[in-house]
């Protein structure tokens, strides 16, 4: 038993030491200023897609919520929040929609997240729903 504990620490340290080597070995070549400029630009790029599909799926969002269809407006501001983009009324309202279907933990959230995110008319829709919350639990 104490040999093949010997041989297992031995087989540990080796590849260790093997793994270790592979690493200090390696060539690290940075990037040439044409590959940092191409990557540069293919961010740019990037970037401006998903602020376009952001601004895009944002009127789609509020076109459906202006034309009473809630789910849609849930539904088109997740895929305006997936771009990475966000405003602080956009998680307002989605807090306004989770409420509105009874899904309070939901709102919450979004109410929080508008908060964190500088709107303040969402502190006073935090205290609306805990205030709600304890008159139904009444």
């Given at each position: 038993?104490?040999?093949?504990?010997?041989?297992?620490?031995?087989?540990?340290?080796?590849?260790?030491?093997?793994?270790?080597?592979?690493?200090?070995?390696?060539?690290?070549?940075?990037?040439?200023?044409?590959?940092?400029?191409?990557?540069?630009?293919?961010?740019a790029v990037?970037?401006?897609?998903?602020?376009?599909?952001?601004?895009?799926?944002?009127?789609?969002?509020?076109?459906?919520?202006?034309?009473?269809?809630?789910?849609?407006?849930?539904?088109?501001?997740?895929?305006?929040?997936?771009?990475?983009?966000?405003?602080?009324?956009?998680?307002?309202?989605?807090?306004?929609?989770f409420q509105?279907?009874?899904?309070?933990?939901?709102?919450?959230?979004?109410?929080?997240?508008?908060?964190?995110?500088?709107?303040?008319?969402?502190?006073?829709?935090?205290?609306?729903?805990?205030?709600?919350?304890?008159?139904?639990?009444?």
């Amino acid at each position: 038993m104490r040999k093949l504990s010997l041989s297992l620490l031995l087989l540990v340290i080796t590849t260790t030491f093997v793994n270790s080597q592979t690493v200090i070995n390696a060539k690290f070549r940075p990037l040439s200023y044409e590959q940092l400029m191409l990557q540069a630009q293919a961010q740019a790029v990037d970037r401006a897609y998903r602020e376009k599909m952001f601004n895009e799926y944002l009127y789609e969002a509020y076109r459906a919520l202006g034309k009473g269809d809630k789910s849609g407006f849930i539904t088109y501001s997740n895929y305006a929040l997936n771009t990475g983009f966000y405003t602080e009324k956009l998680y307002y309202d989605r807090g306004q929609v989770f409420q509105s279907f009874g899904d309070y933990k939901s709102a919450k959230k979004e109410y929080k997240k508008a908060k964190s995110k500088g709107y303040y008319q969402a502190k006073a829709a935090l205290e609306a729903l805990k205030q709600l919350k304890k008159q139904q639990k009444e």
